[in-house]
């Protein structure tokens, strides 16, 4: 069985990354000192990525919150913590002491990835395994670009790319720099150089999902394609990651009556898992009192299985999440096969080859549904097969961290906008239209002082 990497490699760091989560939380805010540990040999800066429980395996899950795949009773939310409640409720900021636990885990992360590409400069000779290990830093630096941008940088508008905000894009370990906040045009950039580099170097395929490899750096671009509309790419790129690994795992196979369907995803045994990471949901997806969005579980077939998989009936239309590919109940940001076959099949229908799509639905879903009551996809209208294509989305993906940027670009098309609607805690109304500026997190405040506009 394969293991979690926690070897003697990583222990020349423990003071360094010690030193990092005892700093206060707002990241640009603190001074990590360098030259406190000072790692040379290539197994010491991969020690610094294999950092996968607190700092690199980890993704934005503030939108999670925000979005419309759960709900909390008016009654109930003042048991969560504030920075949750709060952006729960689309307040601005939504953060206690204009803070947020996702922006500062984020450019930890992009700080490590950044240690680790001085240190292939200055001590990598070019050979393949420094040029590895560079391309999985920069995996990781785009991730954690990508992850910010979703949730902090303005609306995707292609038109617009150089007036519209990114994130800060810090290229250099050194926290006294002050960063400027790019342009979404440069954030988006530095995203796809970092992920050209990354699938150009980094292995087909890798021992332990939790590192990156040349399936999950196509895997990532097919994903960000996909979210700013790029179809012809996101397609391109699902199809060139599935060369390498397109496995399915039969739900047939799960016990759903266990407390947890799935196993641990950071041990390689799904065989769907390209790329293992959590989204930071703090306790929002554990708590008893965080019901999954009752209208979409009915919408699960009594014959598929991940109605049973996924969800913990409760009764009186309440359900709990179970987990989904972390095998817990802390929610999978990460990547895998199920979201490749679902890009591929939108891609397919919006570029008007529709006939291609219903082979890859009906193999994906032909593994979710019980053993022999599966009917392959009727439909033929374009419009018929997106909107199936688009709710397997919802499905399938519960959870994922995909469902706010879906709801953004699904926004821009009349067909299929969303108004989100929640009770306060007085059990008010509360609404967020598509076109809302809420849709974009406010960058917190007290790290606006290290940033420059």
């Known amino acids: 069985m394969k293991r979690i990497i926690i070897t003697v490699k990583m222990l020349f760091c423990i003071g360094f990354i010690l030193i990092l989560q005892a700093c206060h939380q707002e990241f640009l805010a603190i001074k990590p000192t360098k030259s406190l540990v000072v790692p040379q040999k290539l ?54 002491d204009n803070s947020s636990y996702d922006w500062s885990d984020a450019y930890r992360g992009i700080f490590y990835a950044n240690i680790v590409l001085e240190g292939t400069k200055k001590y990598g000779e070019g050979s393949l395994p420094w040029l590895e290990l560079e391309a999985a830093a920069k995996f990781y630096r785009a991730w954690a670009l990508y992850g910010l941008v979703e949730a902090f940088g303005d609306k995707y508008d292609a038109a617009k790319l150089k007036e519209l905000k990114g994130v800060p894009v810090r290229l250099d370990p050194d926290i006294e720099v002050i960063a400027q906040r790019a342009s979404l045009f440069d954030t988006y950039k530095q995203i796809f150089e970092d992920l050209d580099f990354a699938k150009s170097y980094l292995p087909e395929k890798i021992e332990y999902v939790t590192r990156p490899s040349k399936t999950a750096a196509l895997a990532l671009l097919a994903r ?30 799960l016990n759903t009556s266990n407390t947890r369907t799935f196993p641990l995803g950071y041990l390689g045994t799904n065989p769907e898992v390209i790329f293992y990471s959590i989204l930071t949901t703090g306790a929002y997806t554990i708590l008893a009192t965080t019901y999954c969005d009752t209208v979409l579980i009915e919408d699960f077939h009594n014959c598929d ?73 009727l439909l033929e209208g374009q419009e018929e097969l997106l909107r199936f294509v688009l709710q397997e989305r919802r499905k399938q993906l519960y959870l994922r961290g995909l469902r706010w940027p879906d709801l953004k670009r699904l926004n821009k098309d009349p067909r299929f906008q969303v108004t989100l609607k929640k009770r306060g805690t007085d059990g008010q109304l509360l609404e967020l239209p598509p076109d809302d500026n809420r849709y974009v997190f406010p960058i917190p405040g007290n790290e606006l002082e290290y940033i420059t506009k």
């Open 224 to 253: 960000i394609y996909l979210a700013i509309e790029e179809y012809d790419k996101a397609l391109l790129n699902a199809e060139l990651s599935m060369k390498f690994k397109d496995d399915l795992l039969d739900y047939n196979t």
């Open 43 to 96: 197994e010491d800066f991969q020690g610094l990525l294999d950092n996968m429980s607190t700092v690199m395996n980890r993704g934005v899950g503030m939108h999670v919150m925000a979005g419309d795949e759960m709900f909390v009773e008016p009654v109930n939310l003042l048991q969560y913590d504030q920075i949750d409640r709060e952006t729960y409720l689309w307040k601005l900021p939504p953060y206690p």
């Open 305 to 377: 299985l991940r109605r049973t998989s996924f969800f913990k009936d409760l009764g009186n239309k309440r359900a709990n999440y179970k987990g989904s590919y972390t095998g817990s109940a802390t929610a999978f940001g990460g990547l895998a096969t199920d979201e490749l076959y679902l890009i591929r099949a939108e891609c397919l229908i919006r570029l008007d080859r529709s006939a291609e799509a219903k082979p890859y639905l009906d193999k994906l879903l032909i593994n979710r549904w019980m053993k022999n009551s599966y009917v392959p996809i």
